[in-house]
């Protein structure tokens, strides 16, 4: 057990729509980290938030958005959601290295 | 543009021989370098690092070597358990950038009996 919670472990949506994946970070931890891992490829960073600032960015698009909250724990809000938004999203906290990972987020677009 | 390569999508080893996996990498400013394993329906665990000061790290039955002219790492497991099943994951980040770590697409080790 890493100590990082997220919720819910799956999600079925339609084209469009709209969800908000979440993420609790190990105890003590500041840092939250949100991967996105689709079909056959890596794990791709999307953004880091550090004691509730946003702190890196990487290949987020627009239509996603992350915010860390006072007592640290983070959404990912993904709107107009595509089919190929269809992934598993990791959350992970701790860092720089290494970074410890929850179960991740299911995400199936219909 | 992928900096971590893993150019291998799956391996398959004998239980009790040695498992090697491979990592390539383009970003020369990569000066410290993770291997991460996963479960189905769990998420990435780290398992072994190394710094670009070592060109080795030994854990257990995990080693890990850094080949830094050829930008090239391996981790090497001895004996190979069954146990070890997993999509291994190579990582690496630069200095400059610690808080991003780049991720390989993942080798699916099977160890059969």
């Known amino acids: 057990d890493s100590g990082v919670t997220q919720t819910p472990k799956h999600l079925i949506t339609a084209t469009g729509q709209r969800v908000t994946l979440r993420c609790s970070p190990r105890s003590g931890d500041l840092s939250v980290y949100w991967y996105q891992q689709s079909l056959d490829q890596g794990l791709q960073f999307l953004i880091q938030?550090?004691?509730?600032?946003?702190?890196a960015k990487g290949n987020i698009l627009e239509r996603f958005s992350a915010q860390q909250f006072p007592d640290l724990h983070s959404e990912l809000n993904l709107s107009s959601l595509e089919l190929g938004d269809s992934a598993l999203y990791f959350c992970a906290s701790g860092g720089p290295s290494p970074l410890h990972f929850g179960n991740g987020t299911r995400l199936t677009v219909t | 543009d992928q900096q971590v390569k893993q150019n291998s999508p799956s391996l398959s080893v004998q239980e009790g021989r040695i498992s090697i996996l491979n990592c390539d990498y383009t970003n020369s400013m990569f000066d410290y370098f993770l291997w991460y394993k996963k479960y189905p329906a769990e998420g990435p665990t780290f398992l072994i690092s190394i710094s670009s000061i070592k060109d080795k790290n030994e854990d257990g039955r995990f080693t890990v070597f850094l080949n830094k002219s050829a930008k090239h790492l391996s981790l090497h497991i001895v004996p190979s358990q069954p146990g070890d099943s997993a999509v291994y994951f190579c990582?690496?980040?630069?200095?400059?950038?610690?808080?991003?770590?780049?991720f390989g697409t993942g080798t699916r080790l099977q160890v059969f009996p």
């Open positions: 990582a690496a980040r630069a200095s400059y950038n610690t808080d991003k770590l780049i």
């Open positions: 938030y550090y004691n509730g600032e946003e702190r």
